[in-house]
């Protein structure tokens, strides 16, 4: 099993900035990739930007160049660094893992962008 513990939501302006970050523990950790989704109000959760264990990143296209994702394998966390926020950011922000070829998900943090 693989526990997902996020942080870093909240409310911002737009145009601000917010940096979320995703630690993962549990047995027998080999997590290959790791990313985050989001879901708005009354939408379907959608891929925001995953990251292989190499180092290769993945982005939505209505993040690219305002958001960065990283890790750090030492330290099974991810992180994802947005910048430029808009309103159409809001939304709730969830953790995903893989792990050997299981899916995680952390419990989700709550990204508000007022405009």
């Known amino acids: 099993q693989v526990q997902l513990v996020e942080s870093g939501g909240g409310l911002v302006q737009a145009g601000g900035s917010l940096r979320l970050s995703c630690a993962a523990s549990?047995?027998?950790?080999?997590?290959?990739?790791m990313g985050w989704y989001r879901q708005a109000p009354g939408k379907q959760r959608e891929m925001v930007a995953t990251?292989?264990?190499?180092?290769?990143?993945n982005y939505a296209h209505f993040v690219e160049g305002r958001f960065t994702i990283s890790r750090d394998n030492a330290k099974n966390t991810v992180l994802l660094q947005m910048d430029s926020l808009k309103a159409d950011d809001t939304g709730v922000y969830y953790c995903?893992?893989?792990?050997?070829?299981?899916?995680?998900w952390g419990q989700g943090t709550q990204v508000t962008v007022s405009s």
């Open positions: 995903w893992v893989v792990n050997l070829l299981t899916n995680y």
């Open positions: 549990g047995s027998m950790l080999s997590i290959n990739v």
């Open positions: 990251i292989m264990r190499g180092g290769v990143t």
